[in-house]
């Protein structure tokens, strides 16, 4: 099983819509859990982190779900401009980010 | 400036030769990583510097990969005879996060704008 996995997609989705995505741990030691949204041929950029109570950050909600292992991004009414990879990012202990493959998203107008 | 920089941006070099790909992570970071990115494809971990500990080099491909980490600041990776499966995206991120693993804050990594590597 791998370490981190995420429905690689994509998600085509009208303007507007609300999309979910999911990620998948296999590591129960997981402790730190985050969103990057990567753009075509950009590096990666820190979306929201994951806390255990759930957090929210405008349009984003991200929930964490300890005893199912996995983590969720919600993105209500979306836009043009959120058209991009979602990559899943979980820390155990001392050991290295772990990134998910990604999920693309299109948003479509 | 107050993020992580990398240099060059793009490099071509020729197979067989050295390349080395260097790393300014933003100030007062304790942790550094490497990453690369072939086109398509998901991050491949390299090497964890955290602190004044021993690397984490468990992700460095083969023994043509290296890379330090000088006065717990920047940091330089090198390739020596550079293959064509070598080119790839090379990217860094630095972040506060300490070998107590503190809180998601701490945690929060930021990347540079990478490396883009071609070996002909």
């Known amino acids: 099983r791998k370490e981190v996995e995420q429905d690689p997609g994509p998600f085509n989705v009208p303007e507007g819509a609300t999309v979910a995505f999911n990620c998948t741990y296999s590591?129960?030691?997981?402790?730190?859990f985050f969103w990057y949204r990567q753009d075509c041929r950009k590096e990666p950029k820190l979306l929201m982190s994951?806390?255990?109570s759930g957090n929210e950050d405008g349009r984003f909600t991200a929930q964490l779900n300890r005893a199912s292992q996995y983590i969720s991004l919600l993105i209500r009414d979306s836009k043009l401009s959120d058209s991009a990879t979602y990559l899943c990012v979980v820390i155990a202990g001392n050991t290295p980010l772990v990134f998910g493959k990604g999920t693309r998203l299109s948003v479509i107008a | 400036g107050a993020g992580v920089s990398q240099s060059p941006s793009n490099k071509v070099t020729e197979k067989g030769k050295d390349v080395e790909l260097r790393c300014d992570p933003i100030?007062?970071?304790?942790?550094l990583y490497w990453y690369r990115q072939s086109l398509g494809q998901g991050l491949e971990f390299l090497i964890y510097?955290?602190?004044?500990?021993?690397?984490?080099k468990s992700g460095l491909p083969s023994d043509r990969f290296s890379a330090e980490r000088t006065g717990g600041s920047v940091s330089t990776l090198t390739i020596q005879r550079t293959q064509q499966e070598d080119s790839a995206v090379y990217l860094c991120?630095?972040?506060?996060?300490?070998?107590?693993?503190?809180?998601?804050?701490?945690?929060?990594?930021?990347f540079g704008q990478g490396t883009r590597l071609t070996v002909v």
């Open positions: 510097f955290q602190g004044n500990s021993a690397p984490d």
């Open positions: 994951v806390y255990s």
């Open positions: 991120a630095s972040s506060l996060r300490d070998s107590r693993g503190q809180g998601a804050r701490r945690a929060e990594a930021f």
């Open positions: 590591n129960s030691a997981s402790q730190s």
């Open positions: 100030s007062g970071h304790t942790a």
